[in-house]
């Protein structure tokens, strides 16, 4: 899901009872950020109703009035700085993710990958 600027990469992790959305921001995070992985969230939930659906921003930092709505929200937050391990990384140009010492893209042979 897309604001129309660049900055925005949605993963959906599909896993057995639990599917995982995935937003990942490069700028600071704002709260319109959190109501769009709720939104996000809810819709998968009635795409479906059986599984656990889980949204996770990354990004560089929250402060401490927008983790009060991420907890309202149920979402998580990881920062790529402490919390996401640096031996992948994604590609700009189809969004998945590949090993850090791979010059192109597994999927699109792409060159660009995502500046952290
Ligand atoms: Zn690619």
Redesign the pocket.
């Known amino acids: 899901m897309s604001n129309g600027t660049i900055g925005y990469i949605d993963i959906i992790y599909f896993k057995e009872h639990e599917i995982v959305v995935i937003e990942i921001k490069r700028e600071a995070i704002i709260k319109k950020d959190l109501s769009q992985l709720s939104e996000y969230v809810h819709c998968i939930k009635k795409l479906y109703p059986g599984k656990i659906v889980r949204g996770i921003l990354i990004g560089q930092y929250l402060d401490d009035n927008l983790k009060v709505f991420l907890d309202l929200m149920g979402l998580t937050f990881k920062s790529y700085f402490y919390d996401i391990p640096l031996r992948l990384k994604i590609?700009?140009?189809?969004?998945?993710v590949?090993g850090i010492n791979q010059n192109n893209?597994?999927?699109?042979?792409?060159e660009d990958f995502l500046p952290f």
């Open positions: 590609c700009d140009k189809c969004r998945k590949v893209c597994n999927w699109c042979n792409s």
